[in-house]
């Protein structure tokens, strides 16, 4: 299936990205955004290339952990097919410093009107995070590329996500906030981009235990769900 979002089309998806259309495309075609929070460069090595080779060369590292910068950095330079990017971002100062590790995109949990306007300075993909209609109203037209709807559990889920999608079509959003593998279809179902996955699909002790086979095995299902909502 090609997105619809741009002219671009990814013939390899092991290819490394190098513009903003690329980037924003990728995160469109393969629908999900898997993000995770490592205390280590090696853990997120490690994540990265396991969820690459089920499919998903994606991986947004949250910022929260002391070392995220490290981990950042390590990833952009030693597996350039990757699309990494930063997540829980809350100010510019840690907007600026991933962007100078090497995060190819940027992402908020709330909207943070500087850090999308950094982000479209430096031509760099960003979804903040927004939960209201004004709220998603608010990020979209600030310039980003997508808008991330968190947290959509507690907010009525799929449903929620359909009432936004029926009423604002042309805006891009990624669901976030309680997705899983029995949830995630109708996500997509619901009008969703790409789905904002967390510990349901790389979970705490699987990077602990370097069980690689057990998150390629739950990303094949977060992609066939991705599949099987979109076709």
């Not at 997509?188 to 998150?215: F, K, M, N, W, Y």
Request: proline share 5%; aromatic share 6%.
């Amino acid at each position: 299936m090609d997105v619809a979002i741009g002219s671009i089309h990814l013939e390899n998806p092991k290819t490394a990205l190098r513009t903003k259309e690329e980037v924003r495309y990728r995160i469109a075609e393969i629908g999900i955004v898997p993000a995770i929070r490592v205390g280590s460069e090696d853990d997120a090595l490690f994540v990265a290339e396991a969820l690459a080779a089920a499919g998903i060369p994606i991986v947004e590292i949250s910022t929260v952990f002391p070392g995220a910068f490290h981990a950042i950095s390590h990833v952009a330079e030693r597996l350039p097919e990757i699309t990494v990017g930063a997540g829980n971002i809350l100010n510019i100062e840690t907007a600026r410093r991933c962007l100078d590790e090497g995060a190819q995109f940027l992402t908020t949990d709330g909207f943070i009107e500087n850090v999308v306007e950094l982000a479209i300075r430096e031509d760099v993909v960003v979804f903040p995070g927004a939960l209201t209609p004004t709220e998603v109203i608010a990020a979209w037209q600030s310039g980003a590329d997508f808008v991330k709807v968190m947290p959509c559990d507690p907010m009525g889920g799929a449903n929620y996500i359909r009432s936004l999608t029926f009423a604002m079509p042309q805006i891009r959003l990624i669901a976030a906030g309680g997705i899983n593998q029995r949830t995630a279809l109708s996500f997509i179902t619901a009008g969703a981009t790409a789905l904002g996955v967390g510990s349901d699909l790389i979970p705490a002790e699987a990077i602990h235990s370097r069980q690689a086979q057990r998150i390629q095995e739950l990303a094949r299902r977060f992609l066939s769900s991705v599949a099987s909502g979109r076709n």
